[in-house]
Nanobody, 122 residues
Framework: QVQLVESGGGSVQAGGSLRLSCAAS????????MGWFRQAPGKEREGVAAIDRGGIIRYADSVKGRFTISRDNAKNTLYLQMNSLKPEDTAMYYC????????????????WGQGTQVTVSS
């Protein structure tokens, strides 16, 4: 049974930092692209960052220079370090996996976590 479990969300003030984690189990985690997505109320889900098995990384323009995605294949864990947070970063953040090639489109990913809430106050 595939499971993706996110943690690390919370409430911070603008300018603060959070580190999200996503623990994966039940499939060959290291063989697939992994990504972070977010969805704010009333908005569509958007790609934040993705990293493939070869280490190719891409970020949404809105988070470049502030967020860093990384993966630890030995621990089957994906991370998202978020610095200089802004109120517009407020959203539910989801971990996704199971994509063979690189992608930052939500429709390309088979497996999803339950999400972790990030709230940034001004």
């Amino acid at each position: 049974q595939v499971q993706l479990v996110e943690s690390g969300g919370g409430s911070v003030q603008a300018g603060g930092s959070l580190r999200l984690s996503c623990a994966a189990s039940g499939y060959s985690y290291s063989s697939y692209c992994m990504g972070w997505f977010r969805q704010a109320p009333g908005k569509e889900r958007e790609g934040v960052a993705a990293i493939d098995r070869g280490g190719i990384i891409r970020y949404a323009d809105s988070v470049k220079g502030r967020f860093t995605i990384s993966r630890d294949n030995a621990k089957n864990t994906l991370y998202l370090q978020m610095n200089s947070l802004k109120p517009e970063d407020t959203a539910m953040y989801y971990c996704a996996g199971g994509r063979q090639g690189f992608s930052l489109y939500s429709a390309d990913f088979r497996y999803w976590g339950q999400g972790t809430q990030v709230t940034v106050s001004s």
